[in-house]
T-cell receptor, first 117, second 112 residues
Framework: DTGVSQDPRHKITKRGQNVTFRCDPI?????LYWYRQTLGQGPEFLTY????????KSRLLSDRFSAERPKGSFSTLEIQRTEQGDSAMYLC???????????????FGDGTRLSIL | GENVEQHPSTLSVQEGDSAVIKCTYS??????FPWYKQELGKGPQLIID?????GEKKDQRIAVTLNKTAKHFSLHITETQPEDSAVYFC???????????FGTGTRLKVLA
């Protein structure tokens, strides 16, 4: 049973460039979450998918950020026109959903660390 | 807005001693409280969780207690070992949403 997989693990880019991250959830999980974590802080929620539907978005998710989960399996998070303040660890999590209610444990991947030069 | 406060921010204990980390949440509708351990360069790993209909839960050396009236919950680690050294995060799962609200973390150092 593999865990949540994120790619790439590290991304260094220049300010103004676009970046895209990928997340592969645990195979039987239909719920997928994106969080952002800055140094010394806890993860902050960005967005949530149930299957392919994006059901919740944080106000942190500006219009430069877009997330997709086209077939209800893997998900991508794209940041356009990156800014210095986008430097952070981007974490993906997944949880089971069928009949489990909202309180199913979220299992995290090891994240993608983004550095903006 | 929804908020989770976590104390202390750093905690050093001697190997074999106990460690206690405390959290307070603001949303009285919260009903699920997971704890995560995060090691350097890794994502948060779920170590224990508790639901609002339970006051205490134990798993080997780790226990969590919940006081819904006071909106407090705590993590207790007994017989600490050097490999327990990490950053620990509490979180609250507010009702009506799927997101977790995380605390700011506690850096635990277990001194050999």
């Amino acid at each position: 049973d593999t865990g949540v997989s994120q790619d790439p693990r590290h991304k260094i880019t220049k300010r103004g460039q676009n970046v895209t991250f990928r997340c592969d959830p645990i195979s039987e999980h239909n719920r997928l979450y994106w969080y952002r974590q800055t140094l010394g802080q806890g993860p902050e929620f960005l967005t949530y998918f149930q299957n392919e539907a994006q059901l919740e978005k944080s106000r942190l998710l500006s219009d430069r950020f877009s997330a997709e989960r086209p077939k209800g399996s893997f998900s991508t998070l794209e940041i356009q026109r990156t800014e210095q303040g986008d430097s952070a660890m981007y974490l993906c999590a997944s949880s089971a959903g069928q009949g489990g209610g909202r309180n199913q444990p979220q299992h995290f991947g090891d994240g993608t660390r983004l550095s903006i030069l | 807005g929804e908020n989770v406060e976590q104390h202390p921010s750093t905690l050093s204990v001697q190997e074999g001693d106990s460690a206690v980390i405390k959290c307070t949440y603001s949303d009285s509708a919260s009903n699920y409280f997971p704890w995560y351990k995060q090691e350097l360069g890794k994502g948060p790993q779920l170590i224990i969780d508790i639901r609002s209909n339970v006051g205490e839960k134990k798993d080997q050396r780790i226990a969590v207690t919940l006081n819904k009236t006071a909106k407090h919950f705590s993590l207790h680690i007994t017989e600490t070992q050097p490999e327990d050294s990490a950053v620990y995060f509490c979180a609250a799962g507010p009702s009506g949403t799927y997101k977790y609200i995380f605390g700011t973390g506690t850096r635990l150092k277990v001194l050999a």
